[in-house]
């Protein structure tokens, strides 16, 4: 069974960093795309990063591009998010997805972990 | 970027009933196209990909179509369960960008 288990999440003061992180489970993680989608509170789904199977490639939306760095353990089956300089529009539930092999599509998602950016 | 518009933002369908949800990209997509069902409070689960790709495990009153820049989701025969908020999402280039949403209740 495919399983995706997000962490780190939590209140943050605006300015400061915070890590996440994914374990993947039940499926050969070294061969898939992955990915972190946000939803803030009561609002919509935004992408925010996509990583190779390698890492050598990431992708970004232009709101946390330089901000952000989406990576990747193979050996420990795990996906990683940090996030610098963090802002109150930051605050959303962040998930880890599963790119699908044949399409873009995500078609795993974890549960989801709350990042709050507060003073 | 590729602006996904979707419709409408909510709707309300008697048991039964067959509806439709339309998604509009600003630019040609090539199918690139998926749609998710996301119930309260549960993370997102993929029903179509690749605009007409039934995901494995959906029931067969899910269907999609479309192609170009118009594309929609059809649910025949609303069930109690398929109540919930329905996005699109392409992923036709990079940054990938969701549709707005529709809230899918019963009447």
């Known amino acids: 069974e495919v399983q995706l288990v997000e962490s780190g999440g939590g209140l943050v003061q605006p300015g400061r960093s915070l890590k996440l992180s994914c374990a993947a489970s039940g499926f050969t993680f070294s061969n898939y795309y992955m990915a972190w989608v946000r939803q803030a509170p009561k609002k919509g789904l935004e992408w925010v990063a996509t990583?190779?199977?390698?890492?050598?490639?990431?992708y970004y939306p232009d709101s946390v591009k330089g901000r952000f760095t989406i990576s990747r353990d193979n050996a420990k089956s795990s996906l990683y998010l940090q996030m610098n300089s963090l802002k109150s529009e930051d605050t959303a539930t962040y998930y880890c997805a599963r790119h699908s092999l044949t399409t873009v599509a995500t078609d795993y998602w974890g549960q989801g972990v709350m990042v709050t950016v507060s003073s | 970027d590729i602006q996904m518009t979707q419709s409408p933002a909510s709707l309300s369908a008697s048991l039964g009933e067959t509806i439709s949800i339309e998604c509009r990209a600003s630019e040609d997509i090539y199918s690139n196209l998926a749609w998710y069902q996301q119930k309260s409070g549960k993370s997102p689960q993929l029903l179509i990909y690749a605009a007409n790709r039934l995901q494995d495990g959906v029931p067969s009153r899910f269907s999609g179509s479309g192609s170009g820049t118009q594309y929609s989701l059809k649910i025949s025969g609303m069930q109690p369960e398929d109540e919930g908020d329905y996005f699109c999402l392409q992923g036709s280039k990079f940054p990938l960008t969701f549709g707005s949403g529709t809230k899918l209740e019963i009447k």
């Open positions: 990583i190779s199977t390698s890492g050598s490639r990431t």
